[in-house]
């Protein structure tokens, strides 16, 4: 650690568990980059990974990302313009699959239509290792193309539970308002919320942390955030 990060690590209280609105107030003063740092969000799970490997989902942000993404869709090719007027960065059908096979992953986001999946699915080793496999769960396979390109442009974002119970995210920009921050990290722990396993019995959601992206962690009341969620 650095004489930088040291001096904003002061800033937290270690032992403290901020409510939402201290520690996203508190965000700013811990970020060090020159640049517009992201606001990363941990969520530990209490679920057993070996029973529930694949809590999933996606999430809206009310107040974006911060980060324009770039959504490639996969579609029969009388659907290419449609997916292409939407905004996508490539759209094709059996071109565009091949271009994946040679090594081509100019995007964030990867769209399918239901019935190119039988293709899509030769892409397993390729978009799997990089956790890009249209799913339906994620709403990335899907008949509404048009409509799903603009939601993840827009602040529509994947969460996915680690192998430790861990689901990391970014909910927007240092630059953000608290208030807008707020909005996102509301709307995250509530679409996690809708993503427990209907088996599960026992606590959820164990401990909240948000950081800057090269700030310390501070770790949120996660009590007092699931209060705010049920409003």
Excluded: C
């Excluded at 290792?129 to 249209?134: E, T, V």
């Amino acid at each position: 650690m650095n004489k930088k990060y040291n001096e904003k690590l002061k800033l937290v209280e270690r032992a403290k568990l901020y409510s939402p609105a201290e520690a996203l107030a508190l965000l700013p003063r811990t970020a060090r980059a020159k640049f517009d740092e992201t606001v990363d969000l941990s969520v530990k799970l209490g679920v057993d990974v070996a029973k529930n490997p694949s809590v999933r989902g996606t999430v809206a942000l009310p107040a974006g990302s911060g980060r324009s993404k770039k959504v490639a869709v996969i579609t029969k090719p009388d659907r290419v313009k449609e997916a292409e007027a939407a905004g996508a960065v490539a759209a094709g059908a059996a071109d565009l699959i091949e271009r994946i096979k040679g090594g081509w992953l100019g995007f964030d986001v990867l769209i399918a239509s239901p019935d190119m999946m039988p293709e899509v699915g030769k892409l397993g080793k390729i978009l799997g290792a990089k956790g890009l496999m249209p799913n339906p769960k994620t709403g990335t396979v899907t008949p509404d193309i048009a409509k799903a390109v603009k939601e993840f442009q827009g602040g529509k974002v994947e969460f996915r539970m680690d192998k430790g119970g861990v689901v990391h995210l970014g909910i927007g920009k240092v630059s953000f308002k608290p208030e807008a921050l707020q909005q996102n990290l509301t709307a995250v722990l509530s679409a996690l919320g809708h993503a427990k396993p209907g088996s599960f019995k026992g606590v959820y959601v164990k401990s909240i942390t948000v950081s800057t992206t090269m700030g310390p962690g501070i770790k949120i009341d996660a009590g007092r955030a699931l209060d705010e969620v049920k409003g």
